[in-house]
């Protein structure tokens, strides 16, 4: 088992019915884990991530069972799932740009889900995730296309908390992520 | 031990041309990343691909949302059931485009391509839809009004592996 899938509330991570891989090293951009949907979860949970990166980046591939916006989670040791994040987002949904954003949030978001055959796309930026003393700020690429409905979203999120490096990341939607989903966690080296 | 992210090939364009496609890219990737950066012979113009297994899908399976900037207003539109897939923007003027080829080597779903581009004229984001199934071994990069590439525009692929 890889070593940031370790045991998270007494379980390991294959009790939360995912399949992972161990990484392989090599370069200054490494594969840390990788974690796939199971058709009856909405939750993906990255635990017992290394301190030993610059930066992380998520890359996924999903489909959701729901029309919903999926969003993320991070915390120390645990997830924080107080109202310690905010978020802005510039989209268009095919016929306007728009933008929007909120404080004192329980989570950012890092996804769009309006139909859940297509699959949905991120790319999601965690810059400085081990510093312990500064906030730290998520950016995402994501989108959707329907062929005639979807939505190209650009995601910044902050998780107020200066002095706790990051270690733990959930990624969630209100229903389940399909076996065809996908999420990639990678390090960069600074 | 392969790299996780590693450069499969690049390609200089040597004088004028209209495309350029790369051909007989290995499943063996998880995720491709495409930049191009360089200029056209003439004024800003869409950049486009066209995607397939052994060879092009020409038909109308492509779909794309996108969101741009222009310095003065923003915008959103949509292209569906056409022949080809945004993937940035060019102009006359050095432009820079990054393309991320989704989970391009499964077998079982359709495919995703998130995009960002620039040039003197627009910031823009496009997310593309391929309906194919297969696994994507063939990429096509041309300009959406047939203007052609000027000689030195630089397309890189990468893939990206993970674990």
Known sequence: MSPILGARGGLSASAYGFTSVVAAAVGDYQSIATLSGTGSSGTIAFTSIPNTYKHLQIRASYQCSTTDNPYIRVGGSSIDSGSNYSWHHLYGDGSSALSNGNGSQSFTYFGYSQNTTNPNASVIDILDYASVNKNKTLRTLTGQDNNGGGELAIWSGSWQNSSTAIGSISLITGGNFSTASRFALYGIKG | ?163
């Open chain 2, 1 to 163: 031990m392969p790299a996780t992210y590693e450069s499969i090939a690049t390609h200089t364009i040597p004088s004028t041309t209209a495309s350029y496609t790369f051909t007989s890219i290995p499943a063996t990737y998880t995720d491709l990343v495409l930049i191009v950066n360089g200029k056209n012979i003439s004024s800003d113009q869409g950049l486009t691909c066209q995607v397939g297994t052994g060879s092009i899908d020409t038909a109308a399976n492509y779909s794309c949302t996108y969101l741009l900037g222009s310095g003065t207003s923003s915008a959103s539109g949509r292209f569906t059931s056409d022949t080809n897939g945004l993937i940035g923007r060019m102009g006359n003027d050095n432009s820079t485009s990054i393309a991320h080829f989704m989970n391009y080597s499964n077998t079982t779903t359709k495919k995703t391509i998130l995009s960002r581009g620039n040039n003197g004229a627009y910031a823009i984001a496009h997310v593309v839809l391929w309906q194919g199934t297969t696994a994507i071994d063939t990429i096509k990069v041309f300009n959406l009004t047939s203007v052609s590439f000027a000689a030195g525009v630089v397309l890189t692929l990468y893939g990206i592996k993970a674990a």
